[in-house]
């Protein structure tokens, strides 16, 4: 049954409750821990990729998927405040719709954090690139700054950069979560000082023409600045260590977002009113006598940007560094390079953000059941769950090594778009199914709200390309596989095992009254 094997929403409370993680983290600091996960690659780096899309009309696109993230953060933060515990979506869903589709969930967040990492990496890599070679005046051979797909060969400095981060997790988090907030401020100094330089300057002329390649490119690029928001539900996967989780973690997601968008509308005209953001067409032909744009991460677009570099004619569609370019370009070359410097700073710690959850996720499937146990294995030393953050890690840096950052974050906003919806329909069946529970935070118009942001996250899947959304067909097909091959069978749940993790100080658990079904979702402080 597709629908069986479902976790009692008590059991998971009664369980967090006994074995929960210390809870330490306020509105504020969730709040600054949201900004620094969702404000990184997206705004940095994709901001060329969708108006390569779009052009002008990217600032459409930031409103639509804006929008999405929007509707579906309310769901997740009555969700969040309703099941404060580890797990995130994949928690969610096991309480309400059951072990398989749960399982598909984290099976798709492995493309969510995963693949997301990598794509940041490869974002911090083109800005630390861009800042090493016009301070030093050394020109890196693209061979070894660049993927395959991007007229390189490999990008060096991505995997080194996804490596130094698993060393950090593996080492434990606690020393680099206490910087995050500061990286939080470069990162927003850093967009301030940018829209502060480049909103004087604008020219309205460059925003026409609005949408050269009509609602769809406008459609296409938002599915991508999707990825600019993602991020935000890391935060629900901290609920276990919140004070006062019923309040703060609206606050935390919804304060997160908000302010988020507010910095993306900006830069986004700063670009497009300084430096324009007309696509990229095959001959340089413009779309209005019949030229062709060209797809981004394509082999095609790289030839043709470096044609244009070559008759000095570069546009911002074709900068692995978009905002320092675009300071460069409006005559604030020293401030360009202060920019690429924030941003080889801040971006480590989104790649940590996103690995985090990953890692905490795989941590709590392993506890079910559902994955190896292995992968749960906690070091001695450490207390961290080495095993599975150093195969996350490889992984990480095998994605960042080889691809460019639009097709990563394409196929990381596929497994984004169903954790989201899975989510939104999860909030929709518990107002039915029980509707008595306690809600510390309700989403506002349920019946309206939910069924919006399940079909803005089908339309978002819908606008992704072909290529992107095959690879989650045939992602969604191997996770079945294992499901009923390997994790069906041991599945806690499915047996009737009954366990709780030891606590952080290595005492033994003590004696736990069974409840049906229960099994605890939380995770090893790190």
Not at 233 to 250: F, G, H, I, L
Not at 251 to 267: A, D, E, K, R
Not at 386 to 402: D, E, M, P, Q
Request: charged share 10%.
């Amino acid at each position: 049954m597709i629908f069986g094997r479902v976790k009692s929403l008590d059991a998971i409370l009664a369980t967090a409750e006994k074995k929960s993680l210390h809870r330490s983290l306020g509105a504020f600091q969730l709040t600054m821990l949201g900004i620094g996960a969702v404000i990184g690659t997206g705004i940095f780096v994709l901001t060329a990729e969708a108006a390569q899309k779009a052009g002008p009309g990217m600032m459409l696109a930031f409103v639509i998927a804006g929008f999405v993230c929007a509707v579906a953060a309310l769901c997740y933060a009555e969700m969040a405040a309703m099941v404060p515990v580890s797990g995130s979506a994949y928690t969610y869903s096991y309480a309400v719709m059951g072990e398989l589709i749960a399982w598909m969930v984290g099976w798709a967040l492995i493309l969510e954090y995963a693949v997301a990492a990598g794509a940041v990496s490869v974002g911090w890599s083109g800005y630390v690139v861009g800042l090493i070679e016009h301070t030093f005046h050394l020109d890196i051979p693209d061979l070894l700054t660049r993927g395959p797909f991007d007229g390189g060969m490999v990008n060096l400095p991505a995997m080194l950069i996804a490596g130094l981060v698993t060393w950090l997790l593996v080492i434990g988090t606690k020393e680099s979560a206490s910087v995050n907030a500061v990286l939080v401020l470069i990162k927003v100094a850093a967009l301030t000082l940018f829209i502060v330089l480049a909103l004087p300057v604008m020219n309205m002329e460059k925003f026409t023409p609005f949408a050269p390649l009509g609602f769809s490119g406008i459609s296409a690029a938002a599915a991508s600045i999707f990825f600019a928001y993602v991020g935000f539900d890391a935060v629900s996967t901290a609920a276990e260590e919140t004070k006062n989780p019923q309040r703060n973690m609206p606050i935390g997601l919804i304060g997160s977002l908000g302010i988020c968008t507010i910095f993306y509308m900006l830069v986004a005209a700063g670009v497009i009113g300084t430096v324009g953001a007309q696509p990229v067409t095959a001959g340089g032909i413009p779309i209005a006598d019949g030229g062709i744009a060209l797809a981004p991460g394509s082999t095609a677009l790289s030839q043709q940007c470096a044609a244009l570099a070559a008759a000095g004619t570069e546009a911002v569609t074709c900068s692995k560094e978009a905002l320092a370019w675009t300071l460069r370009e409006i005559g604030w070359p020293q401030i360009g390079n202060l920019l690429g410097l924030a941003a080889g700073l801040a971006l480590p710690s989104v790649i940590l953000m996103m690995m985090f959850g990953q890692t905490r996720i795989f941590f709590v499937m392993s506890r079910d059941g559902l994955l190896p146990a292995m992968f749960s294995k906690v070091h001695p030393t450490y207390k961290t769950p080495y095993v599975i953050t150093i195969l996350t890690g490889i992984f990480v840096a095998l994605f960042a090594a080889f691809f460019p950052v639009g097709i990563l974050a394409d196929i990381s906003n596929s497994g984004t778009l169903f954790a989201f919806a899975a989510v939104s329909i999860a909030v929709l069946v518990l107002r039915r199914t029980d509707p008595s529970r306690r809600r510390p935070f309700r989403t506002p118009a349920i019946m309206v709200t939910a069924p919006i942001a399940i079909l803005g996250c089908m339309y978002l899947f819908w606008s992704l390309g072909v290529e992107t959304k095959l690879m989650f067909v045939g992602w969604a097909a191997v996770g079945l596989i294992v499901y009923f091959a390997y994790s069906r069978s041991r599945s806690h749940v499915g047996r009737g095992v009954s366990d709780v993790p030891e606590l952080d100080a290595g005492i033994p658990p003590q004696p736990v009254p069974p409840l049906p079904g229960a099994h605890t979702p939380g995770g090893q402080d790190a």
